[in-house]
T-cell receptor, first 115, second 113 residues
């Protein structure tokens, strides 16, 4: 089974620029998550989708972050404009269903550096 | 709000030693608890998952315990090897609300050959 795919692996941008990350979940997984992991910290949920609908975006800085999953499969996460404190690894995860019995599978992440 | 803490933040041990990593959480209303491994530049690999009704889970040299009432879990690694060097994260899933994970800050383990 192919895992969660993310691209790019690395991205370096200057502050105030925009950036987009892409995630392709495991085939058949209805639930998709974006996590932000700042160096030395655990991952923090940014947004959760169930198919193409948003379940939880309470910790997403909506003034600069946006995410979509238009066809209920791939997802993109965008930051515009970026700030220095956005430097982090952005992890995408997917699970088969909403159920607590459904484990999360993580991609390798995109490491963003904002200078 | 659920808070997850891991102690110590970093640990170095000689090869062959047994070791224990600690995880504590503030809200005992959890569905399950999971231990993950994270290698540099990589995503998270699930090691063990303990349901809230269970006390422990074992996989090879790894044993995870859960004491839900006291808000604690431990990950025991027997006969450590250099290949065990990584960051270990614990995460709890709340028993209500969205299927989400709350992570600790991790313990960075170095096993010295």
């Amino acid at each position: 089974e192919a895992g969660v795919a993310q691209s790019p692996r690395y991205k370096i941008i200057e502050k105030r620029q925009s950036v987009a990350f892409w995630c392709n979940p495991i085939s058949g997984h209805a639930t998709l998550y974006w996590y932000q992991q700042i160096l030395g910290q655990g991952p923090k949920l940014l947004i959760q989708f169930q198919n193409n609908g948003v379940v939880d975006d309470s910790q997403l800085p909506k003034d600069r972050f946006s995410a979509e999953r238009l066809k209920g499969v791939d997802s993109t996460l965008k930051i515009q404009p970026a700030k220095l404190e956005d430097s982090a690894v952005y992890l995408c995860a997917s699970s088969f269903s909403w159920s607590g019995d459904s484990p999360l599978h993580f991609g390798n992440g995109t490491r963003l550096t904002v200078t | 709000k659920q808070e997850v803490t891991q102690i110590p933040a970093a640990l170095s041990v000689p090869e062959g030693e047994n070791l224990v990593l600690n995880c504590s959480f503030t809200d005992s209303a959890i569905y399950n608890l999971q231990w993950f491994r994270q290698d540099p530049g990589k995503g998270l690999t699930s090691l063990l998952l303990i349901q809230s009704s269970q006390r422990e889970q074992t996989s090879g040299r790894l044993n995870a315990s859960l004491d839900k009432s006291s808000g604690r879990s431990t990950l025991y690694i027997a006969a450590s090897q250099p290949g065990d060097s990584a960051t270990y994260l614990c995460a709890v899933r709340p028993s209500t609300g969205a299927n989400n994970l709350f992570f600790g800050t991790g313990t960075r383990l170095t096993v010295i050959p």
